[in-house]
């Protein structure tokens, strides 16, 4: 993208240098004519021409620039909306709401029951499934209680979708103006669009492993698969970080003035593992979060009364220890998330003294504060005992980790190696 734009100032240069140079043979053809009235003349015709082409040439500049500006600020307002997103399906599963919409359509389940007798009718087809049959051998449930898990549900379908339209339709528009003038940019923007369209379908797939009676029993809470929840909230990650990073890129684009940093490359290195640890984190939180396994040991720093608890690998095969046994999903969440404290912890470590931008050492800073934030609401969700309000936060709070951390790659990724 840079070298396309150096590319076009660098044509648009040769045509005023080219012209300056037509003016110059017609300045010298003038003065041989000697007549200084006409000379004069030409000389002011010249000049008017010379300015009206370097104005549109400025004008035109600033105007591309603002436009790209926009595009970002777009981009940036859609991963908003899936920071929303994320946030709003955090508190619907643990509300335990998600299982309540048992059916699914792109355009009919858009209209919510109206009255009594339609409430009635999604209520009745609820009670069909495990979650109702399960809950009622406890405690019956209202049509209030109902309603207020199909709206958490609903809410976050229709947020959902609201998120495609706030990227189709302008997406439609910039490219039926050329707006995406970069190839790489056109292919990134298929990447987000196929994404969202491929995140709608992996939420069913989701909502469906939790529905299916063949895989929950009546005696069991029911649960969506660990796998699909992972696969969602990774999609969910994926599309936030392809927003906003190409939204940053759009938007923060004042030249600076650093030509080039010592060690640059270190901390740009150190800046990718810690992306690389923040992910596989948060990946294996959301199977965490699947497995319920935030329930299983609930002391810090160790496991009861083990630094590395037993039964780790419990299960045949082995490898299925790392996605369905609850234990060892927590023990290796804990770890990779001290990794990804000591990694952040180097990562500042390297470049706090480093003379980067201002925007770069914000951007450092936060990454550094957050990530122990992070690690503290985590710790006080396990102590806690997963309460709503605190994994709702922890899982708010991965993102906004996720966010410094990408921000500050797109700065660093500013300075010249
Ligand atoms: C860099 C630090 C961390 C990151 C990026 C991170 C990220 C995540 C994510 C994305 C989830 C899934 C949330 C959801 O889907 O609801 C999660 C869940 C969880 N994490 Fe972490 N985490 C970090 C540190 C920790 C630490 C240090 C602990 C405790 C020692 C912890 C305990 C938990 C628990 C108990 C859950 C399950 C909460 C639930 O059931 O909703 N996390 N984490």
Redesign the pocket.
């Known amino acids: 993208m840079l070298i396309g734009r150096v590319g076009c100032a660098l044509f648009r240069l040769h045509n005023v240098s080219s012209f300056r140079q037509q003016i110059v043979s017609k300045s010298r053809i003038s003065f041989r004519a000697g007549n200084s009235g006409i000379l004069s003349e030409i000389k002011l015709n010249i000049l008017s021409r010379f300015n009206n082409l370097s104005t549109r040439v400025v004008t035109r500049n600033a105007k591309e620039e603002a436009q790209d500006k926009g595009i970002g600020w777009w981009l940036l307002g859609c991963a908003g909306m899936v920071y929303g997103a ?1 946030a709003l ?2 508190v619907t ?2 509300t335990e709401s998600g299982l309540s919409m048992v059916n699914w359509d792109l355009f009919r389940t858009m209209k919510p029951p109206f009255n009594q007798t339609e409430w009635e009718a999604e209520f009745a087809r609820y009670k069909e499934f495990p979650e109702y049959k399960f809950k009622s051998t406890t405690e019956e449930m209202t049509l209030n209680q109902f309603k207020f898990i199909w709206t958490m549900e609903y809410l976050h379908r229709m947020w959902g979708r609201a998120i495609g339209l706030a990227f189709f339709i302008p997406a439609a528009y910039f490219a039926s103006r050329g707006r995406f003038t970069m190839t790489a940019m056109k292919i990134r923007m298929f990447a987000c669009g196929g994404l969202l369209l491929a995140q709608g379908g992996v939420g069913w797939w989701m909502v469906k492993s939790g529905l299916d009676p063949s895989l929950n029993s009546d005696t069991s809470v029911p649960r969506v698969s660990q796998y699909r ?1 992972a696969t969602h ?1 990774t999609l969910a ?1 994926v599309l936030y970080s392809l927003f906003l990073w190409n939204g940053l890129r759009q938007v923060l684009t004042t030249p600076i003035t650093i030509t080039s940093v010592p060690r640059i490359g270190k901390l740009k290195a150190l800046t990718h593992t810690s992306k690389g ?2 992910f596989a ?6 199977f ?3 497995l ?4 299983v040991y609930n002391s ?2 160790k496991f009861a009364n083990d630094w590395i608890p037993p039964n780790l690998l419990a299960r045949a095969p082995k490898w299925k220890n790392f996605f369905e046994n609850d234990v060892t999903v ?1 023990f290796i ?2 770890n ?3 990794l ?2 000591v990694s ?1 912890t180097l990562t500042w470590l390297c470049g706090r003294r480093m003379g980067l931008t201002k925007r770069a050492r914000w951007a450092l800073n936060a990454s550094m504060g957050m ?1 122990y934030v ?6 006080t ?2 102590l806690n005992y ?1 309460p709503v309000w605190l ?2 936060l ?2 708010s ?3 906004a ?2 966010s410094f951390v990408l921000w500050l790659g797109t700065e660093l990724k500013r300075i010249p190696k």
Do not use: C, E, K, N
């Not at 984190?281 to 959301?286: L, N, Q, R, V």
């Open positions: 994320v399906g955090g599963r643990l929840l909230l990650f640890f923040m984190t948060a990946i294996m939180g959301a965490v979060a699947g319920d396994a935030g329930l810090w720093p927590q969440h804990r990779l998330a001290y990804t404290l952040i990530v992070q690690a503290a609401l985590g710790i969700t396990l997963v994994a709702a922890h899982q709070g991965s993102m980790l996720i």
